[in-house]
Every structure is written in C-alpha cells, then in structure tokens.
C-alpha cells in the first residue's frame, strides 16, 4: 500500500487548487495581422488565457442618444447582445468599467462613480493618459483605410433633418444630445464609472489589471482614440483586445474608398489587428455565434 504523507497532501490539494485556478481563466482565441514582405499580409490567430480578476471590459460612449440618427439603430440593435457578455463576465469575475464620455453628472453619486474616484494614484501614471491619442508610431507604416472627415453620417438626409429636430423639440443639442450611458446596460454598484484615462488607470493599476477588452462605438473615433482606448492601452503596456463585433463606426459610404459602412468597419477591424491590437468576439464569453447587423 502506498503511503500518504502530509507533504503528498499538500501536494495534492496545491494541484487540485492550481487546475480548478486554469478552469477559471477565460480562454480567448485573439485574431492579429503581420506584414509580410511586400504588400501581403498575414491573418494569425492565438490563443490567450487571463485571469479574470486581472482583466477588465471598458464600456466606450455607448450613449444614450447620437447625432446620427443610423448609428443609434444599430446601437439599439447591438446592446441587447453587449449586455449579455458584461453579465456573464461581471459574474466570472471581469471588471466592468462603464465610460460613457461627458456624462458623469447623472452618475456623481453612484458607488461605481465613487469606485473609480477613490482609486489610488498608480505610479506608473502615463503623462498623457489624459488626452485623446490619434495615432501610435506602428500606425505610420500603414494607410488609414478610410476617409470619415466628414464625420461619418450615413443617415438619409431627409431622416436626419426630421431626427434632428426630434432632438432639439426634446431640448437636446442635436450634435451632441447623449446625456448618460444607454438604459439597455446594466450597471451594477461593484462596477466603476470613468470618463477619465487617468481615474481608469489608477483603477486598474491598483487591481493588477493588465488585460482590458473594449466594447462600444465608435471604432473609428472614440474606441481607438479616447484617453482610455485602444491606442492608449496599448501604448502603454497593457494587453487590450477590441471586441470586433461589439463594436459600430462612423464612416460614410460616400465616402472613400466608397464600400458599404459594414465593410468600412472591417477596413478598421483590419488597420487595428496590424498596428494597434489584435480582436476577438463576444462568442468567445457567452457562447453561441459572433453577432451580425440584420444588414450585413
């Protein structure tokens, strides 16, 4: 008969501990592009395993309202389905970081507004997580692949004018009328709400995060560029993933390089897994199939 000792007990409960710890690590395959010589490039994917309580989901302007009058029916269309993966992350242990920007006033005396205010000032604060970042040095080796200087509106000119007075008959500025974050996203009180790169930081450096997943519009403006988004995140060290079908822009197919706004958005999907960060799908935590516009 084998003999059992305290050392092999200890052993065996370390193992039993260390397995159930790797049955609990979320387990994302993460799609990225290489250049290869010449014009080719490469699609690749690998397989990341994180932590949860070392990962957090940045919540980027899902407003509850927008100029363009296109980009809120696809809003509406998308939150249903981006509220499921913060529920089944929240309750695997993810961070819920809700960042509707310009609309901290209706959440001043949230818990998750005072969560993110509270958060110590990290050593290793960035000097500019303040400010919006347009571009990173891995980008100059590419084109951007669309024009959006006209802002991105694909409504019908028609529908937009006749929105836009809806807007203003409710006392809203047309061309900025979000006030909060969209009612179809829960918030919880152990979630934080930030606008700040700054205050998200510190939260997250005072939580050993290092891995964070954005979800939100738009890809194009505000998830790449925010002082918390894509661009700063990586920059700076952390290990962010867009969320590729979490996601909306806003580009104009009247304008170049003249696709479909759907093939817009997968012309920055692309830009983004070469020179900014690679991507994922909302499957990859609650299962099931990636999610499609109805016009797609």
Do not use: F
């Given at each position: 008969m084998k003999r059992i000792t305290l050392a092999g007990i200890v052993s065996l409960v370390a193992?039993?501990?260390?397995?159930?710890?790797?049955?609990?690590?979320?387990?994302?395959?993460?799609?990225?592009r290489v250049l290869r010589e010449g014009d080719l490039i490469e699609t690749r994917m690998k397989?990341?395993?994180?932590?949860?309580?070392?990962?957090?989901?940045?919540?980027?302007?899902?407003?509850?309202?927008?100029?363009?009058?296109?980009?809120?029916r696809r809003l509406d269309e998308m939150v249903p389905r981006m509220n499921q993966v913060l529920e089944k992350a929240r309750g695997q242990g993810v961070l819920i970081i809700h960042a509707p920007s310009s609309c901290m006033e209706p959440y001043k005396d949230?818990?998750?507004?005072?969560?993110?205010?509270a958060a110590p000032k990290a050593k290793n604060l960035p000097v500019d997580i303040d400010k919006w970042c347009y571009k990173i040095p891995?980008?100059?080796?590419?084109?951007?692949?669309?024009?959006?200087?006209?802002g991105g509106e694909d409504d019908d000119p028609k529908e937009h004018e006749e929105w836009h007075a809806k807007l203003k008959a409710k006392g809203l500025n047309p061309r900025a009328p979000w006030k909060r974050q969209h009612d179809g996203i829960t918030i919880r009180d152990n979630d934080a709400i930030s606008d700040s790169g700054v205050e998200i930081w510190n939260l997250l450096s005072s939580r050993g995060i290092d891995n964070v997943i954005l979800v939100g519009v738009h890809t194009n403006m505000c998830v790449l560029g925010r002082p918390f988004g894509l661009r700063q995140?990586?920059?700076?060290?952390?290990?962010?993933?867009?969320?590729?079908?979490?996601?909306?822009?806003?580009?104009?197919?009247k304008m170049p390089p003249y696709v479909s706004h759907f093939k817009g958005t997968e012309l920055i999907v692309e830009h983004i897994e070469k020179f900014v960060c690679p991507t994922m799908t909302s499957d990859q935590i609650i299962g099931g199939k990636a999610f499609r516009f109805k016009g797609m």
């Open positions: 193992s039993v501990a260390l397995h159930a710890g790797d049955a609990d690590l979320l387990k994302l395959q993460l799609r990225y397989v990341a395993e994180w932590r949860p309580s070392q990962t957090a989901i940045i919540v980027c302007d899902v407003w509850d309202a927008h100029h363009c009058l296109n980009a809120v949230h818990p998750g507004r005072k969560l993110a205010m891995a980008e100059e080796k590419g084109k951007y692949p669309i024009d959006q200087s006209d995140m990586a920059k700076n060290g952390k290990n962010v993933v867009l969320m590729r079908d979490m996601t909306d822009t806003m580009y104009n197919p």
